[in-house]
């Protein structure tokens, strides 16, 4: 069983932290102020198999990226994205669209600054890989 971007973007929803319609799959087209975006992580980690191949791997990584695209107050948006990430570091064995979410490793230990957008909206982005059950 493979965990999709829907998948993910099902669960950040779930949060609760940002109005319907305000959480983005692959692409934030309207780029409303409060939202979340999640993304297909751009960079991977080395591929990595079981011994006996890949009918064997009990478990599998999703690398996701979320952009946090808050407001015009640094001090909001950085708060928001704490939010999110204490969120995601506190999943364990949750199930989302029937497939078992065993937890989130963070790959960076805050969320990063990337500063504001062309209309002055700050943004923060947070790294996660998300190991889930295969079986």
Same mark, same amino acid.
């Given at each position: 069983?493979? @965990?999709? @971007? ?10 609760? @932290? ?8 692959? /692409? ?25 191949? $890949? ?20 001090? *909001?948006? $950085? ?9 995601? /570091? ?11 979410? @065993? ?6 230990? $805050? ?17 996660? *890989?998300?190991?889930? $059950?295969?079986?």
């Amino acid at each position: 069983m493979t @965990l999709y @971007l829907e998948d993910i973007h099902a669960l950040v929803k779930s949060f609760g @932290l940002v109005e319907d319609g305000h959480c983005y799959m692959g /692409k934030m087209d309207a780029k409303q102020q409060k939202s979340i975006g999640v993304y297909h992580l751009r960079r991977n980690s080395p591929y990595q198999t079981a011994i006996g191949g $890949e009918k064997n791997r009990s478990y599998g990584i999703k690398q996701i990226s979320f952009l946090v695209h808050w407001n015009r107050s640094p001090g *909001e948006t $950085e708060k928001a994205a704490v939010e999110l990430s204490g969120h995601l /570091k506190n999943i364990k064995n949750v199930t989302v669209n029937g497939k078992k979410v @065993l937890f989130a490793m963070m790959r960076t230990a $805050e969320p990063i600054d990337v500063g504001t957008d062309d209309a002055g909206i700050y943004e923060m982005v947070i790294e996660a *890989e998300f190991y889930y $059950e295969r079986r």
